[in-house]
């Protein structure tokens, strides 16, 4: 079976959980906002895929495979929504969105925004070109440039 969307939603969901404590069906469809009998569902579909141990009533493990999807998938939403609050995006809107583009970018992609918002990030303070990118958002006008040093 093809990994669908998502099967990588639930697997970024109980790998971001298990981070923490032990996963449970309901804990899952909190997370989600989902019903529990649709994440049986599905549990039961990703543990015949073997990317996660799943018994009814108990504690859901995600398999190696399982984890190491679950954690690429994570590590894509989380730049990409860094990227996307780099760019002004609203933190509700940046959310929404990540969790609809981590899935349909390339790896070349995800690797390429990742150093972008590392580059970005090292900075202590915004460089000038993203003060002026502000600039630009608000008042809808280039600012000009002091090109002197």
Request: charge should be neutral; charged fraction near 30%.
């Amino acid at each position: 079976m093809q990994l669908t969307r998502n099967m990588e939603d639930y697997l970024e969901a109980i790998y971001a959980l298990s981070r923490d404590n032990d996963v449970r069906v309901k804990d899952i469809a909190d997370r989600l906002g989902i019903k529990s009998a649709s994440v049986s569902e599905m549990l039961r579909k990703l543990d015949k895929c073997r990317y996660v141990a799943y018994e009814r009533y108990g504690k859901i493990e995600l398999t190696p495979n399982g984890e190491l999807i679950g954690k690429t998938v994570m590590v894509r939403h989380e730049t990409i929504k860094a990227f996307l609050k780099i760019i002004l995006v609203p933190e509700d809107a940046a959310e929404r969105s990540a969790c609809t583009i981590e899935h349909n970018l390339e790896p070349e992609t995800v690797e390429q925004l990742t150093k972008f918002v590392k580059f970005v990030g090292a900075y202590h303070m915004h460089p000038k070109w993203l003060e002026h990118f502000e600039a630009y958002c608000e008042s809808g006008k280039i600012p000009k440039c002091d090109y002197s040093r």
